[in-house]
């Protein structure tokens, strides 16, 4: 019997606070916005309350999830959380997220590979799955509320970064022919230092002299050559089209990490298929960190173009930089 993991629902969350490009003008006193819509298409994004944290934004998109999927929190056996910007340092957000669902006999843990947390974590619990028969529904999100974390003076990041959350329920399958086909992950790690938030770990605990510095908030401390992203996922793509014995012509939708539009352009031209093919949320959402794959994913099975059986392939990458990749059929 083929045991597999498949995609049993998709839902996702965003704050209800707008946040235009017209708010960077003023903030910073240039124009922002024009630069932003004609190089990254972003023309809003969504920010926390100041009253509103990641635990909340993952229990929003969980309910939705859940409610599409016709499963009861009573239901799940592992929920997973994907995010580097926690409820907490410790414990875990997932754990606040079990609580608040009443997922009594859920196992619960986070992952932390950055903005390829929700690939990664899609990896794992697909691979939960397939291994163990008593996991038979697995709820996994991706989040983020790095607003929090903005240096509002830093215009290299306070008008990318945004908040939402989003996520898929896994369940077990056999024979289906869809779910799960295969996945990869993939690290530079000598980037570690390039891009981060810096204070509030055992290297630098959070101090006056971390305030300071502004080693608490987001930094983008070098420049990332552009060609990473959109060389390193052609990569895999073609990588795992080879293992699957698939041409990438035969993926009918890519979701990518969003924090270039310009970096899935290239992607899929180098891969010599339509640009449409690629689903993309930034010009609304801004960029979402471990969130946009899962928000992209939702918007497009909302919006009825995914069917079942759809070859599709989703691309993470985040600081580290780390990378994940993995091929289903929906």
């Not at 009253?51 to 009573?74: H, Q």
């Not at 003076?153 to 289906?176: C, N, P």
Request: net charge negative.
């Amino acid at each position: 019997m083929d045991r597999r993991a498949v995609i049993a629902g998709t839902g996702m969350f965003v704050p209800e606070q707008v946040i235009g490009n017209d708010y960077f003008d003023r903030l910073l006193g240039e124009d922002v916005g024009t630069w932003l819509v004609e190089n990254l298409t972003i023309r809003e994004r969504r920010w926390c309350r100041e009253d509103e944290s990641t635990a909340d934004l993952c229990e929003a998109a969980a309910r939705n999830i859940l409610d599409k999927s016709g499963v009861s929190p009573e239901d799940l056996d592992l929920i997973i959380v994907a995010t580097d910007t926690p409820e907490f340092i410790s414990p875990s957000t997932s754990a606040v997220l079990q609580d608040r669902l009443g997922a009594k006999k859920a196992g619960t843990f986070d992952i932390n590979t950055a903005c390829a947390g929700f690939v990664t974590a899609l990896d794992v619990a697909s691979k939960y799955i397939i291994a163990d028969a008593q996991y038979q529904n697995v709820l996994v999100i991706g989040a983020y509320a790095m607003s929090k974390y903005l240096n509002k003076s830093d215009k290299k990041t306070v008008t990318l970064f945004a908040d939402g959350a989003a996520g898929v329920l896994l369940q077990a399958q056999q024979d289906s022919g869809r779910g799960f086909l295969l996945s990869s992950l993939h690290t530079e790690g000598q980037y570690n230092s390039w891009m981060g938030i810096y204070a509030g770990g055992t290297a630098q605990p959070a101090s006056n002299g971390a305030l300071a510095n502004h080693d608490h908030q987001l930094k983008f401390v070098r420049k990332f050559p552009r060609e990473l992203n959109p060389l390193t996922w052609e990569k895999m793509i073609r990588e795992m089209c080879r293992r699957e014995g698939v041409q990438p012509s035969d993926i009918r939708h890519f979701f990518f990490t969003q924090i270039n539009i310009n970096s899935i352009f290239e992607t899929m031209d180098a891969l010599g298929i339509d640009r449409q093919r690629a689903y993309t949320v930034m010009d609304r959402y801004g960029y979402t960190g471990s969130a946009c794959i899962p928000m992209a994913l939702a918007e497009a099975d909302r919006a009825g173009k995914l069917q079942p059986g759809d070859l599709m392939a989703l691309v993470g990458s985040g600081g580290g930089l780390a990378f994940a990749s993995a091929l289903f059929r929906f």
